[in-house]
């Protein structure tokens, strides 16, 4: 089913050209985060289907910066019953996580039963397509049919570094809405003619113009600095971040993170076609001090032979999802792959279409570089997943838990 989609404005938003965030900070995640949606009136949701959409992408427990505390999304089902909507939750994962398995890890699935919400298994039913007609990288998404059969969209993300966006918060969050395996196609787009931005940045901008929260709950308790989404570190701040307005919800994020939202930029993109606020000087934040609770997470690392000693990588424009497939193999397996080629340092990776010599020996890694695999040892796949490179280098049987499609 094709379809044209108008977002409904925010009743949340009082004043879209000056929107309202609010930030709290403690140690408790449940009221915590709870403080903060109080400061917001909820009571035009009575009656609404509520969808709250956390970060519950990956197999992870609460707590550990990966996926969103499910003692947040507890705080969001409670604020939104005690203000009279019909409550459910719901996400759909990266490709390779079994369904709902990821909200059962983190715990949502628990705290939404025991509350009566349903857990909704986004990927279930077949998407609708809607057209994106001011798209510039992209001209319709896959969009998973409950997050537009409902009448408002929470998003609940988790505060984190991104080695291909930045930073992955409110905005982003919403690319779990995106139905399946359609998520992978914005990190496998060609570049923009017209843009320096990456095409994965352009096409979040583009998915912002359907996708956009009616509030945001921005889950700071502990988040994750360095090689996010999945292979960075834990930053415990505390913080919990609300508004109507995700663009200033992110901006305030950015600033307690030690970043710029203008930095980032498919919040700069998305921002410029005002969708949304992130010039701090435009957004009241309360506390007008808040950024007292700011910390600078480590950025992800730029060069992998620093994150990964003894490996080098030749990137010669390759996608962001074989760019995934290699961090997070590189983090699961490194160790293993420094033992199989104990003799040469450093061991090299080559990923992109633009790969024109490589050295014998070369792991050589996505269907680009086949015309390399006579000198070379070839993992095919579109992008390949990290066992496969696992198994192309030690001839090791088929993983019985394999690693999912890393694309975020
Ligand atoms: S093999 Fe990798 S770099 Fe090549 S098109 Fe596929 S994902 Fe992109």
Same mark, same amino acid.
């Given at each position: 089913m094709t379809a044209r989609f108008s977002l409904l404005p925010s009743p949340f938003l009082d004043d879209p050209g000056r929107p309202? /965030?609010?930030?709290?900070?403690?140690?408790?995640? #449940?009221?915590?985060?709870? +403080? =903060?949606l109080a400061a917001f009136d909820l009571g035009p949701a009575r009656g609404c289907r509520v969808l709250i959409k956390p970060n519950a992408g990956r197999v992870a427990p609460s707590g550990s910066g990966i996926v969103t505390d499910c003692r947040v999304v507890a705080a969001a089902c409670d604020a939104f019953l005690a203000a009279g909507a019909r409550v459910s939750v719901g996400d759909s994962p990266i490709v390779g996580v079994r369904r709902t398995e990821a909200l059962e890890a983190s715990g949502v699935a628990a705290v939404a039963q025991a509350r009566g919400c349903p857990v909704l298994d986004l990927d279930a039913r077949r998407y609708v397509e809607v057209m994106l007609p001011e798209g510039v990288a992209l001209d319709r998404l896959r969009v998973c049919p409950e997050?537009?059969?409902?009448? $408002? /969209? /929470?998003?609940v993300p988790v505060m984190k570094t991104h080695m291909h966006t930045g930073v992955t918060l409110a905005v982003k969050n919403m690319k779990g809405a995106l139905w399946r395996r359609s998520k992978v196609e914005l990190h496998m787009l060609p570049p923009v003619p017209g843009h320096t931005e990456r095409s994965l940045d352009v096409a979040i901008a583009d998915m912002s113009a359907v996708l956009r929260p009616q $509030?945001? $709950? !921005? *889950?700071?308790? /502990?988040? !994750?600095? @360095? $090689? @996010?989404?999945?292979?960075?570190? =834990?930053r415990s701040l505390g913080v919990f971040v609300a508004? =109507? *307005? +995700? #663009? +200033?919800v992110d901006a305030v994020a950015c600033r307690l993170m030690g970043r710029q939202a203008e930095a980032i930029a498919h919040l700069r993109l998305g921002a410029a076609r005002g969708y949304g606020v992130i010039d701090l000087g435009r957004i009241r934040v309360a506390p007008a001090d808040f950024a007292r609770f700011a910390a600078d997470? =480590?950025?992800v690392p730029e060069n992998l032979a620093v994150a990964f000693p003894g490996v080098k990588v030749l990137d010669e424009a390759s996608c962001s999802a074989c760019q995934s497939t290699l961090m997070l193999f590189l983090r699961r397996y490194g160790k293993e792959l420094v033992e199989y080629f104990p003799d040469r340092r450093p061991i090299i990776v080559a990923i992109g279409k633009g790969i024109e010599h490589v050295h014998p020996g070369t792991l050589c890694i996505g269907n680009c570089t086949r015309m390399h695999r006579a000198n070379g040892i070839f993992v095919s796949g579109c992008p390949p997943v990290g066992s496969s490179i696992l198994r192309a280098v030690t001839g090791a049987p088929e993983d019985p838990d394999p690693d999912p499609d890393p694309v975020p």
């Open positions: 309202r /965030v609010v930030v709290t900070q403690g140690e408790d995640p #449940y009221a915590t985060a709870l +403080a =903060a997050v537009l059969e409902h009448d $408002l /969209v /929470v998003s $509030l945001s $709950l !921005m *889950d700071g308790g /502990v988040g !994750m600095e @360095g $090689l @996010g989404p999945s292979a960075g570190t =834990a508004g =109507a *307005d +995700a #663009y +200033a997470f =480590a950025p």
